[in-house]
């Protein structure tokens, strides 16, 4: 009994000093089993959460696409406001945007209508300002007037807000040939209002970030298709009207062409017959009052004639199927002709009427002697027309190439060659003069001077654009001088002609003055 006991006792004895050994790793592994329980719970917790970030992800990517599926502002919008919140479990999701002032923010687009479209808050708040200010998306409080979020009732927790600004892109910013560039305060402010359950995470944060500016590069994008679209319908207008102003130019000049075949055919030929009958006529014997009325005919003849031609030769200038002819022709003996033919008439109002030609003026010249004629005679007989008395002088030259860089204006810089020369030929009066305002207006068809002296006497008529026609067909320019009214004026031309080389340069000044 004795030796059970001792047996016993010494099994026991040796359980215990087994236990102090094993006791310690027990306990140790039932730590580690505690430590691999917590971290197996924390993994589950951060797989749920990548899980999570990339189903969100996923969302926001699907967002993304619907968004840059369409081009229609408002549908960016709202769709942009329906996939947040579906995405994020929103409460409320809300868009202001500025007014057109651009004073205060105004609720546009909203998705639970917890804040009342139409709503407007002031632009200056220091809650907007802030907003403004980040590039982030920032917590505002649920009271802010951007919010104006109530609890729902039996929910003790208050939501949580954030606010991101959206760039915008107005229409008022594009330029022709210029990128449209962002305004200082060209932003609209995004307000989204969470459950009271849960809280923002940083990582849905980031993606309300990224959303926000894919939602304005697709503004942007819409913005851009709206003005297209805008310019497309502009330019189609412009063709139209364009293609209206090119029939009614074709109808215009069919109806020229008619005009110009009547009055080439219906109106030449009797006015020609009329000047040869009054001829005729004058040649007969008639009494005094008889010749009297002969000449009056003969002379409304001949200047209804005139204007005819004057007529046909803008019209034939202005499609240009009128062409200079290159010959050889007397130069000298054209400006003689030319003395002789006006001077009747400033004989008749007792006018000192000279013509001095330079030493260095050609006998003979290539050119178009008779449009030369023509300038030479309109603008000497403006001069005899607007001078009472006193003297018209025709002066005539050659512009040697130094003297043209001090006179010519910017647009006209003859080149030099061996092949031509400029004339240079001045008219001077001691008429009536020119109001220098009036000067341009000389120029143009059927235009009058403001002088009403000018006016009594019927205005230049078409025979100054005409010259100017002439004269730029020519290669050369055409202006007036004129101190003012009264004090008389002095017509200059100056005209490319060719040089011809077997001329005979004897020249004599010459000078003709009524007896």
Request: proline share 5%; hydrophobic share 40%; aromatic share 6%.
């Amino acid at each position: 009994m004795a030796v059970a006991k001792i047996s016993t006792a010494a099994v026991s004895c040796v359980t215990a000093l087994m236990l102090i050994h094993i006791i310690p790793d027990l306990l140790s592994v039932k730590t580690r089993e505690s430590f691999l329980r917590n971290k197996a719970e924390e993994l589950d917790r951060e797989m749920g959460l990548i899980i999570k970030q990339e189903e969100t992800s996923r969302h926001v990517r699907m967002l993304t696409h619907e968004i840059r599926s369409t081009l229609d502002r408002h549908t960016i919008l709202r769709t942009t406001l329906v996939e947040l919140g579906r995405t994020l479990e929103l409460e409320e999701c809300a868009l202001w945007m500025p007014s057109q002032r651009g004073l205060s923010l105004q609720l546009s687009h909203t998705l639970s209508n917890l804040i009342p479209v139409g709503s407007t808050v002031p632009i200056n708040l220091p809650i907007v300002n802030e907003v403004f200010g980040s590039n982030e998306a920032i917590r505002i409080p649920y009271t802010c007037p951007l919010a104006s979020v109530r609890p729902l009732p039996g929910r003790y927790v208050s939501p949580e807000v954030v606010a991101v600004r959206v760039p915008l892109l107005h229409l008022s910013d594009f330029h022709i040939n210029n990128w449209p560039e962002l305004s200082a305060k060209s932003y609209a402010v995004m307000v989204l209002v969470l459950n009271g359950i849960r809280k923002w995470r940083d990582h849905e944060l980031e993606l309300v970030e990224v959303v926000v500016d894919q939602v304005a590069v697709a503004l942007s994008h819409a913005a851009i298709l709206e003005e297209s679209t805008r310019a497309h319908d502009q330019l189609m207008q412009q063709n139209l009207a364009l293609d209206l102003a090119r029939q009614e130019a074709e109808v215009a000049i069919r109806s020229r062409n008619d005009f110009l075949a009547v009055m080439n055919h219906e109106m030449r030929t009797p006015m020609h017959g009329i000047i040869s009958l009054c001829s005729v006529l004058l040649e007969s014997e008639l009494t005094p009052e008889q010749r009297v009325m002969i000449e009056t005919v003969l002379k409304s003849s001949n200047v209804l004639a005139t204007l005819t031609n004057d007529v046909l030769d803008l019209s034939r200038l202005e499609d240009g199927s009128l062409t200079l002819e290159a010959e050889t022709f007397n130069l000298q003996a054209a400006f003689r002709e030319v003395v002789n033919l006006i001077k009747p008439i400033a004989s008749v109002k007792k006018l000192s009427l000279t013509l001095a030609l330079a030493l260095d003026v050609p006998v003979y010249a290539i050119g178009d002697e008779k449009w030369l004629l023509q300038i030479i005679l309109i603008i000497a007989g403006n001069a005899i027309k607007f001078t009472k008395e006193g003297y018209v002088g025709i002066e005539v030259s050659v512009a040697k190439p130094e003297y043209l860089r001090g006179w010519q204006p910017s647009e006209f810089y003859p080149p030099s060659s061996d092949g031509h020369f400029y004339l240079r030929v001045q008219v001077r009066d001691s008429g009536c003069g020119v109001n220098p305002i009036d000067i341009p207006r000389l120029f143009t068809r059927f235009a009058e001077s403001r002088n009403s002296s000018n006016r009594n006497k019927g205005g230049p008529g078409l025979g100054l654009p005409i010259c100017k026609r002439f004269v730029n067909l020519m290669g050369g320019h055409i202006w007036i001088e004129s101190e003012g009214l009264g004090k008389g004026s002095t017509f200059i031309f100056v005209v490319k002609l060719g040089i011809c080389n077997n001329n005979n340069n004897n020249n004599n000044n010459y000078e003709m003055s009524p007896p």
